[in-house]
């Protein structure tokens, strides 16, 4: 009879069971996809279908039997009867698809009481007044994996904070050899950020490399080099200005090749993004949109019309350094003569001009007493600073003449010795007598006293011009640039006369990241925490139900 009973017996399948069985089968096909997710990364065809599978299994159980799911999830059998296992499903596979979702979305938060996960205050108006979308190309070898995981919360920082206008690419170089070579990197690490072309992709003409701290400190071993938050806003500062500043350089009148003899300022304008062109004076006037015309010694003088041209330029507040060499040769004219059209504009108008000497400084000087190293400086003056710590560069002037400064400089302007030589130094005003004797100097009466101004600078208060002499330009050509602080010397001129660092440049910020944790290891913390301690809890409450069901 029993054995009739059992073969009589049927399946029967009514709404309820339908229900459960969807809701068994929804809750197992949403942890399958949120495991897909997580291992792939990506939203896969096994991602979707699981998606859609579990999504519509649920949506079963709700509709065929709504009493039975709110039971579930509010009655008595959601504390003490099996259904808690379909709650722990469904919890583990929604918290795992919104943490994969979360994770790959873009989207941060920072609850830090000071900020450490967000941009400086200083570096946010950066992001968010970009002119353009870039991209940050971040460029690491396998062997700088490490380097990578470290600095990857920081490049995050930018992206997070403009995801519309910041776009971060990872790449190794070794494997993208082409791609590093359209960066013009020849090394294992490096950072760059780009405007993007019609296409979408960096564009060559527009882009900029992240200074390192191997950029400052050469002797850095590659290991050990490393970006910081502000450095990669500077960056992206440089990016914005590059072509907003236009240097022109005189030409015509036998001024300083700067195809040949000083290349070096050249290309280092260029290098920053500055426009670089040259303009002959005698054809022609300083055209708008130009930021500073250099006159770069020139051996003829300037005519009235070109010293017109010149002084129209200042007056509508335009930028000029001048280098003028004394006449220790008989070609040189420049500012020599007393009715030299320039020479009186620049005493009438500015209130300083040429003593067309030559200089000696038997205290301060290098090999010869004429390769006159300065000696004095405008303590706190931004052309002189060398760096943070507030100490000064001296360059080193060979063959220099000085300049004479007005008692009374003229209404709106003011005027000032940026480098002087020392009270014993003396100007020579016989330049035929130098020449016949160019090693032995013997200071006479007609001779002018120390301390001699070497470089002056000029400003009128009422336009914003700024002027800057110098008596003498051997110091900027390719082989004497890089002695005796010249490069920094050159740098900071430019920058007075157009303000180029105080554009490109972010003021350092206290609290940088606290913590930088690998990747493998945020890896391993979200693993155990969405995956290993949820299984535990369902395990544990698993066991604790079977226990309690054998009583």
């Known amino acids: 009879m029993a054995s009739e009973g059992k073969s009589q017996r049927r399946i029967v399948l009514d709404r309820l069971s339908v229900a459960r069985w969807g809701s068994a089968v929804g809750a197992t096909a949403l942890i399958v996809a949120a495991v897909a997710l997580l291992a792939g990364g990506e939203l896969s065809p096994v991602v979707v279908i699981a998606a859609l599978i579990g999504m519509g299994g649920l949506s079963l159980w709700m509709t065929l039997a709504p009493e039975d799911f709110r039971s579930t999830l509010t009655g008595r059998r959601a504390v003490y009867g099996s259904n808690s296992l379909l709650i722990v499903l469904l919890f583990i596979g929604s918290v795992l698809i919104v943490y994969g979702m979360a994770a790959r979305s873009g989207i941060a938060a920072d609850f830090t009481s000071r900020g450490y996960y967000t941009l400086k205050a200083n570096i946010r108006p950066i992001i968010q007044q970009l002119s353009r979308p870039i991209q940050i190309t971040a460029f690491y070898s396998r062997r700088l994996l490490t380097n990578q995981a470290l600095e990857a919360p ?251 400064l007005a008692a009374e400089p003229p209404s709106e302007v003011s005027l000032k010795s940026i480098y002087t030589t020392s009270p014993q130094a003396f100007g020579k005003l016989d330049l035929r007598e130098v020449a016949r004797n160019p090693d032995r100097a013997i200071r006479e009466a007609a001779d002018l006293p120390g301390p001699l101004a070497l ?62 944790v690998p990747s493998r290891d945020l890896e391993l913390t979200a693993l155990i925490t969405v995956g290993v301690l949820p299984t535990a809890i369902l395990l544990l409450g698993m066991w604790v139900w079977w226990r309690r069901a054998r009583r």
């Open 154 to 404: 920081i490049l995050r920082l930018f992206s997070d904070a403009a995801p519309d206008k910041i776009r971060l690419v990872y790449a190794d170089p070794d494997a993208q050899p082409i791609l590093a070579g359209q960066f013009g990197l020849r090394s294992a690490y490096g950072i760059f950020v780009s405007y993007l072309d019609a296409e979408g992709a960096p564009d060559p003409n527009f882009t900029v490399k992240v200074l390192t701290a191997r950029d400052r400190l050469p002797d850095l071993p590659v290991e050990e080099d490393y970006v910081n938050e502000r450095w990669i806003a500077e960056a992206i500062l440089q990016l914005e200005v590059r072509g907003r500043f236009r240097v022109l350089f005189s030409v015509g009148n036998g001024e300083v090749n700067l195809d040949n003899d000083a290349t070096g300022i050249r290309d280092g304008l260029r290098a920053v993004g500055i426009q670089v062109a040259t303009l002959d004076l005698s054809r022609e006037g300083v055209p708008e949109g130009t930021t500073a015309l250099i006159i770069l010694a020139p051996v003829r003088d300037f005519s009235q019309e070109m010293a017109d041209r010149v002084a129209a330029f200042l007056e509508r507040g335009g930028k000029v350094l001048i280098m003028a060499e004394p006449a220790f040769r008989s070609d040189i004219r420049f500012l020599q003569a007393e009715d030299s059209p320039l020479a009186q504009y620049l005493w009438r108008a500015w209130g300083v001009r040429p003593n067309r000497d030559i200089v000696f400084d038997p205290l301060s000087f290098n090999e010869t007493q004429y390769y006159v190293r300065a000696a004095q400086f405008l303590e706190g003056h931004p052309i002189v600073q060398k760096d943070q710590t507030g100490s000064a560069a001296r360059p080193l002037f060979p063959i220099a003449q000085s300049w004479q």
């Open 455 to 516: 470089v002056v600078a000029a400003e009128n208060q009422r336009t914003g011009a700024r002027l800057l002499l110098v008596g003498d330009s051997d110091w900027v050509t390719n082989d004497l640039i890089v002695a005796f602080d010249g490069q920094i010397l050159w740098t900071n001129m430019i920058d007075w006369l157009i303000g180029f660092l105080e554009r490109v440049t972010v003021e350092p910020a206290f609290g940088q990241l606290p913590l930088s």
